[in-house]
């Protein structure tokens, strides 16, 4: 991997060659079997940094698993500072995903055609308290994903955090519709030492 950073802008490029870290599963009788292929893989980041305004792009191009195909999700932040006329930052994100697979012959994704739309808000306080919340909205199906996140740190050695994922409008053949009565919110407690 080789990164740069360049004025208001940053980018990288990567390479790789080995065994996929996500299976491809077949079908073995009345089972699946995970088969990690061996793939090549070149990926490119780009950020550009503009005032309020962040711009940022991530592509690649597989092959290994399957046909050759590409992915990429590009997508502009832009953030409110001073938000409530307090110390908080307010960021409004949307984001374009793509991926070309095939998902007979690779893993399965959720991001093939999709748009997130969500807003992160950052207290910019002693605990670094922030929460994000959106969704991923596919374009071709009635299927949404509604993300929250959130944590705050308490001394130097406590981390607080919320997590909540909620699947609606999913059927076959999204890969989602595997995981659409799977909602959860999740409450953790850290500690580091």
Same mark, same amino acid.
């Given at each position: 991997r080789w990164s740069q950073s360049l004025g208001s802008?940053?980018?990288a490029l990567s390479r790789f060659r080995g065994?996929? &870290?996500? /299976?491809?599963m077949v079908v073995a009788g009345p089972s699946l079997t995970p088969v990690y292929d061996l793939i090549d893989q070149?990926?490119?980041?780009l950020?550009?940094?503009s005032g309020d305004w962040l711009f940022k792009l991530e592509a690649m191009s597989r092959s290994g698993q399957g046909?050759?195909?590409?992915?990429?999700?590009?997508g502009v932040e832009w953030t409110l500072?001073?938000?409530?006329?307090?110390?908080?930052?307010l960021g409004l994100l949307v984001e374009y995903n793509?991926?070309? &697979?095939? /998902?007979a012959l690779a893993p399965a994704t959720f991001y093939d055609d999709d748009v997130f739309v969500g807003a992160r808000l950052a207290l910019n306080d002693i605990g670094d308290s922030s929460l994000l919340a959106g969704a991923l909205i596919d374009r071709n199906t009635p299927t949404r994903v509604l993300f929250i996140e959130g944590q705050r740190r308490f001394g130097d050695s406590w981390v607080l955090g919320l997590k909540g994922r909620f699947f609606t409008g999913?059927?076959?053949p999204d890969p989602i519709a595997a995981v659409n009565s799977d909602d959860f919110l999740t409450l953790t407690l850290k500690r580091s030492f």
């Open positions: 802008w940053d980018f065994t996929a &870290r996500a /299976p491809r070149t990926g490119l980041e950020q550009y940094t046909p050759q195909f590409r992915a990429a999700v590009g500072p001073g938000t409530f006329g307090s110390n908080a930052d793509r991926d070309t &697979r095939d /998902p999913a059927a076959l």
